[in-house]
């Protein structure tokens, strides 16, 4: 008697073992991202943006469940940091991002202009002479401008306000991605034919980043549904959606 009960216990503890393992192999990954239009909106959209779409398609591809949570920029990056098991999109992968995250799946290549509702600004030296300039908040371009130590930066919490700032006539300009300024204009009700774009003074490539712990079977899996992707031509008609 004594040693059924021994062996039920044992069978008992297995069981619920194995079921803890499962739990923790459904528990959703989570993603950390900031409306960043058009690569991220907003959740439960039809259009969610172009980076969200994607990362939605993969998990289903990999079987990897993903939870897409939205903060402000700066605190999206630093949850990513120090969460292991989490996601960052759509970072810029830059020199000084290189050893923070590990880089999955390189989503989109972005220039980086100057937009203005005036004369266009082709180049850092002409913007040098703004009196204000708009960027996002946490963005690569703030602290390129801050390198370069520029006094005429106004940081934003979010491109919208960015957008209402520089049709507003409150800053001269805004140093953005180019394709994001036009849809958040857009996006705003604003007069899209008011907008100058100046000349590119540099590109972004934008990625779908992680935790330097990521798991890195999880990775590949990932990895691998986007290189599907690409190939069967699902990834351009999620970009010609927003772009074209």
């Known amino acids: 008697m004594i040693l059924k009960s021994t062996k039920l216990a044992i069978a008992l503890s297995v069981s619920f073992l194995m079921a803890g393992m499962d739990s923790a192999r459904a528990e959703a990954i989570k993603a950390y991202t900031a409306a960043l239009p058009p690569y991220t909106i907003a959740p439960d959209l039809e259009m969610p943006g172009i980076s969200h779409e ?12 993903i939870e897409i949570e939205y903060l402000p920029w700066k605190r999206a990056q630093s949850m990513a940091q120090k969460t292991p098991n ?35 600004v082709n180049s850092l030296e002409d913007a040098r002479e703004l009196s204000r300039i708009a960027t996002l908040g946490g963005a690569p371009r703030e602290k390129r401008l801050a390198k370069l130590e520029f006094g005429n930066v106004q940081s934003t919490p979010d491109t919208a306000t960015a957008a209402r700032l520089l049709t507003g006539g409150r800053v001269d300009a805004w140093f953005t991605l180019s394709q994001r300024v036009l849809h958040a204009v857009k996006s705003e009700g604003l007069d899209p034919s008011t907008i100058v774009i100046g000349t590119p003074v540099g590109s972004l490539r ?25 190939a069967d031509g699902s990834y351009e008609a999620i970009v010609s959606a927003y772009l074209n």
Request: aromatic share 12%; no cysteine.
């Open 206 to 230: 934008l990625w779908l980043a992680s935790n330097a712990e990521f798991d890195p079977e999880v990775a590949t899996k990932l990895a691998q549904a986007f290189e599907e992707m690409k």
């Open 86 to 120: 989490a996601l960052l999109f759509t970072a810029a992968r830059t020199e000084s991002r290189e050893t923070v995250y590990k880089w999955i799946a390189e989503f989109i290549v972005a220039d980086e202009v100057f937009a203005t509702t005036t004369e266009a």
């Open 54 to 65: 994607i990362l939605e398609e993969m998990s289903k591809r990999s079987g990897v469940t």
